[in-house]
């Protein structure tokens, strides 16, 4: 089975400042997706950032960036210049492509992390 | 172009009642997953449909069923409700038959007393 851990429960950081917020995941499968979400006080699920396993070029969206680590199954999210609207839980999600040998439709998430951004 | 969108709100059931909640998809999407989530906890998946029938099912006991309909929005219904039924539950769409990214609902926040 995959698992996604996120090992800090909570974080804080001063508004513009930056912050990477840890991901790891477990699967012996070559070919899958990696995800952040943020959700925030509205309860909302967004998506932040995808990244294809195959990829090895980092994915980025505006602010915000991945440090993906195939080999050390590691996926990290910065967020640059940290804004009040960034406050949220973030999700790290994993999802291996149905086409794939022990593909699913069905997104793993970890247990979020807290962030909150400090004016 | 319209979201992912969910109804009601807000839901209040009490012990081995009947619910069901509802989801739209976002235009162009023809899949809905629901996901289960808990106080603090991330969400869990219950199941997808595409196709209006169920393709795919997480660890969730039968009380939980759905359905789909020909213009893809779905329903969610939980049986004999529990305490532990407490939860927000998410539905999620996607296009390409489900290998795409999942969009999320605003939820709907479930209270079983």
């Known amino acids: 089975a995959q698992t996604v851990t996120q090992s800090q429960p909570e974080m804080s950081v001063q508004e513009a400042e930056t912050v990477t917020l840890s991901c790891t995941y477990d699967?012996?499968?070559?070919?899958?997706?990696l995800f952040w979400y943020k959700q925030p006080p509205s309860r909302q699920m967004i998506l932040v950032i995808r990244?294809?396993?195959?990829?090895?070029q980092n994915a980025t969206e505006n602010r915000f960036s991945v440090n993906f680590q195939k080999a050390a199954k590691s996926f990290s999210l910065k967020i640059s210049d940290s804004q009040l609207g960034d406050t949220a839980m973030y999700f790290c999600?994993?999802?291996?492509?149905?086409?794939?040998?022990?593909?699913?439709?069905?997104?793993?998430f970890g247990k979020g992390t807290k962030l909150s951004v400090i004016p | 172009d319209a979201g992912v969108t969910q109804s009601p709100t807000h839901l209040i059931k009490t012990r081995g009642q009947q619910v069901t909640l509802r989801c739209s998809p976002k235009?162009?999407?023809?899949?809905v997953s629901w996901y289960q989530q808990a106080l603090g906890q991330g969400p869990q998946f219950i199941f997808q449909?595409?196709?209006?029938?169920?393709?795919q099912r997480g660890n969730f006991p039968d009380r939980f069923s759905g359905h789909q309909f020909p213009n893809y929005s779905s329903e969610l219904n939980v049986n004999a409700l529990l305490l532990g039924d407490s939860a927000l539950y998410l539905c999620?769409?996607?296009?390409?038959?489900?290998?795409?990214?999942?969009?999320f609902g605003p939820g709907t926040r479930l209270t079983v007393l």
């Open positions: 999620a769409s996607t296009g390409l038959a489900g290998t795409d990214t999942q969009y």
């Open positions: 699967t012996s499968e070559n070919n899958y997706y």
């Open positions: 990244q294809e396993a195959y990829k090895q």
């Open positions: 999600a994993f999802m291996i492509p149905v086409y794939s040998g022990a593909g699913s439709y069905q997104l793993t």
């Open positions: 235009s162009g999407h023809d899949t």
């Open positions: 449909y595409y196709e209006e029938e169920e393709r």
